[in-house]
């Protein structure tokens, strides 16, 4: 293996390891913003505009973002993905099933 690839599969290996360290952070986040969504959104609201807005606000911030940052926003969120996932599933084991 030549030294650049050799230093790119060491890179891309490090990122991997560095978001899989976040993980348990990453569960704690998720259930502070789960709490904190049912405290902010009474059922008279919609729940539906609050994601909206989250995500147009989420839009603006990416486009701020360089390139290397927004490849360890993505392996983040795919982790989160993942963590939605595991839990859907947990709940609907028979009919739900993630991509």
């Known amino acids: 293996m030549s030294?650049?690839?050799?230093?790119i599969e060491f890179?891309?290996?490090?990122?991997?390891e560095a978001v899989e360290r976040m993980?348990?952070?990453l569960v704690a986040a998720g259930e502070a913003a789960h709490k904190l969504d049912?405290?902010?959104n009474d059922e008279a609201e919609?729940?539906?505009f609050a994601r909206i807005v989250d995500?147009?606000?989420?839009v603006?911030?990416?486009?701020?973002?360089?390139?290397?940052?927004?490849?360890?926003?993505?392996?983040?969120a795919e982790e989160l993905a993942g963590?939605?996932?595991?839990?859907?599933?947990?709940?609907q084991p028979a009919t739900h099933q993630c991509h």
């Not at 030294?3 to 230093?7: D, F, I, L, Q």
């Not at 995500?55 to 989420?58: A, C, D, K, P, Y």
């Not at 963590?83 to 709940?91: A, P, W």
């Open 46 to 48: 919609d729940s539906g």
């Open 11 to 16: 890179a891309r290996q490090a990122l991997k």
């Open 55 to 58: 995500q147009g606000h989420l």
């Open 60 to 76: 603006n911030l990416l486009a701020q973002l360089c390139g290397p940052r927004l490849r360890v926003l993505t392996d983040i």
């Open 3 to 7: 030294t650049k690839k050799a230093e």
């Open 83 to 91: 963590l939605d996932c595991q839990e859907k599933e947990e709940d």
């Open 23 to 25: 993980k348990p952070e």
């Open 38 to 40: 049912e405290l902010e």
